[in-house]
């Protein structure tokens, strides 16, 4: 388990594409709203109808990307296998730690890994589907990629339940609601070892 301080903090949810991790960041955030805030991350694809700048995420062009690479200004990034780039600038951490409260990062596994790796305060969560044939059925009835990309993901994903074990704790989404009262559990219990638990 991660050892905590205070002001070194940061929640990492990440798991497959379908397995609900954005679902079970919704929950927490609704939960703990005055305490935990989700970092917004950039990207270089496209954006979906309906989706705002700064808001779902920063959308980059590919060479505005390069630029805060080469100014090392993010935490982590990663090419992801359908094209796109994504990453957390450090100017979030600092923004959500500057208005007292606990980054809450949503991450592809190697980003996972390596804010990990880098943030000794760094609290792991890999959120699973209860089996791969969910998984995918999941993938499907979202339908926001082509069938093309699903297998790309799904392929991924089977890379990345390898990955599981490296990570802090590992949450099974078999019933969102008991998967959201499992994930608050969890970052209470971390806050509350750190001593950053403002309330009860």
Request: proline content about 4%.
């Amino acid at each position: 388990m991660a050892s905590s301080t205070g002001n070194s903090l940061v929640v990492v949810v990440t798991g497959t594409s379908g397995a609900g991790k954005g679902t079970l960041e919704q929950a927490l955030l609704k939960n703990m709203p005055d305490v935990v805030e989700l970092a917004v991350s950039a990207t270089t694809r496209a954006r979906r109808p309906r989706e705002q700048d700064g808001r779902e995420y920063y959308f980059l062009s590919e060479r505005e990307f390069d630029s805060l690479v080469q100014k090392d200004e993010f935490l982590e990034y990663v090419q992801l296998p359908w094209g796109a780039r994504s990453g957390t600038l450090r100017s979030e951490i600092d923004r959500i730690r500057a208005h007292g409260k606990v980054p809450l990062l949503d991450l592809e596994t190697d980003g996972a890994l390596r804010v990990q790796e880098t943030i000794p305060g760094a609290v792991t969560i890999f959120v699973d589907a209860p089996t791969f044939e969910e998984l995918e059925r999941r993938l499907r009835e979202r339908a926001t990629e082509s069938s093309g990309e699903i297998q790309v993901r799904l392929a991924l994903a089977r890379k990345q339940q390898e990955q599981k074990d490296r990570f802090d704790y590992v949450i099974v989404n078999d019933d969102v609601e008991r998967a959201a009262d499992e994930l608050t559990a969890i970052v209470r219990r971390e806050l509350q070892t750190a001593g950053t638990m403002s309330r009860p």
